[in-house]
């Protein structure tokens, strides 16, 4: 797997984990998963760009 693709692949992942947290965090009342399920799905975020990037650029 091209590392363009793991990273996008990856990024998705922990987006989607990180808003699953952010749920649980919400619907538990703990704020403090609440916060790290954004943390983690606003590093999916940057993980899933850097994968676009890396395809657009040819890495």
């Known amino acids: 797997m091209e590392s363009s693709t793991k990273d996008q692949a990856e990024g998705k992942f922990h ?7 952010e749920v649980a965090g919400k ?3 703990e704020p403090e998963l609440e916060a790290e399920g954004k ?3 606003i590093a ?11 395809k657009v650029v040819g890495k």
Do not use: R, Y
């Open 15 to 21: 987006e989607v984990k990180g808003k699953l947290k």
């Open 39 to 41: 943390d983690e799905k």
């Open 44 to 54: 999916g975020k940057v993980q899933e760009k850097i994968g676009q990037v890396k």
């Open 27 to 29: 619907l538990s009342n």
